[in-house]
């Protein structure tokens, strides 16, 4: 009975910390998002303050960096201490910020510092700001099988169809191109939900080195996730870098990255490899396939892009 417990709540513990993570990056995804479309407007403003109630402070600057001040008592002067981090990333924001209330504070410090009033939230409100009385409301009626029938069509992909061969052609290859960026942009979530699960443990463990080419070089870093720096064949032998999921995803496939995360911590810590996977070490066998994989990377400058933007189409 108490091993079952322990499975159950072993179960439950793991479901609920996979969750957390898929909220952090869901929620750290929209809030980039909403930072870059109002990039410019931000700017020009020359910043905000978004809370100053004392003791909680929040700003952002122009260059979309934020501001938080914390304040602390110190047993051992007696005395409150306040500290002032900087925080640069969305990601880092969210952990320490609820998303709805970041939300409501860029809306509040937009409207006050336009000099407007509160926005109304509750039903009478809105009918006051509105001008309407109570008596000329009226309800609507609604079908909740309709409603749950619409929201299903809704997620439903559209069939599409065409006239002649040209036509279709021409709306295949569209939507193989949507369902590409579809692709990517998967990909970048499952590299972003993986660095917000790991970063406790990356932090540890420090740095660690995925790949290091003539080409190209990838690495875990400890604070800040993959990190990585390629040479693609169109750029004269200059390097770019890599620092986001979204750049990431033109030239690696998720599923390699995790591969070859694995065995680069299995070759530094030989003790966490499964025991028929570290037999195989030294073999003849493996140590040639090794050598045709070395061969197959080097014949590919800079983990040439999947899908032709990075590097060449179809490598």
Do not use: C, H, K
């Not at 499975?7 to 869901?26: C, I, T």
């Not at 403003?45 to 008592?73: C, H, K, M, N, Q």
């Not at 969210?94 to 109304?120: K, S, V």
């Amino acid at each position: 009975m108490d091993t079952s417990r322990n499975d159950l709540l072993g179960e439950l513990a793991s479901d609920a910390a996979l969750e957390r993570s898929d909220f952090l990056v869901q929620s750290t995804e929209q809030l980039r998002r909403f930072l870059d479309a109002n990039r410019e407007r931000i700017s020009d403003l020359g910043g905000l303050t978004l809370i100053d109630e004392d003791p909680d402070y929040l700003s952002v600057a122009p260059d979309i960096t934020f501001r938080s001040r914390t304040r602390e008592f110190d047993d051992a002067s007696g005395q409150w201490v306040s500290e002032t981090e900087v925080i640069e990333s969305p990601a880092e924001l969210i952990e320490l910020y609820n998303p709805a209330d970041i939300y409501a504070a860029f809306a509040e410090a937009a409207r006050a510092a336009a000099g407007l009033g509160t926005e109304p939230t509750a039903t009478d409100d809105l009918l006051e700001t509105a001008s309407i009385a109570p008596d000329e409301t009226f309800a609507a009626a609604t079908d909740p099988y309709a409603a749950a029938a619409d929201e299903w069509a809704a997620t439903q992909p559209p069939v599409l169809d065409a006239n002649d061969d040209e036509t279709a052609a021409r709306r295949l290859y569209d939507l193989a191109l949507e369902f590409q960026e579809r692709s990517q942009r998967s990909e970048s979530r499952l590299l972003d939900q993986f660095e917000v699960s790991a970063s406790n443990l990356t932090s540890r463990l420090g740095d660690l080195i995925i790949v290091d080419d003539d080409d190209e070089r990838l690495t875990l870093t400890a604070n800040d996730g993959f990190r990585a720096e390629v040479v693609p064949e169109d750029a004269a032998g200059e390097w770019r870098q890599l620092t986001t999921p979204e750049e990431l995803v033109e030239y690696y496939d998720p599923t390699d990255v995790f591969g070859d995360l694995a065995d680069s911590l299995a070759e530094a810590w030989p003790s966490v490899a499964p025991e028929e996977l570290a037999a195989t070490d030294g073999s003849g066998a493996d140590e040639s396939e090794g050598s045709d994989s070395d061969e197959d990377d080097e014949s590919e400058p800079g983990g040439p892009s999947r899908n032709g933007r990075g590097g060449q189409p179809g490598e």
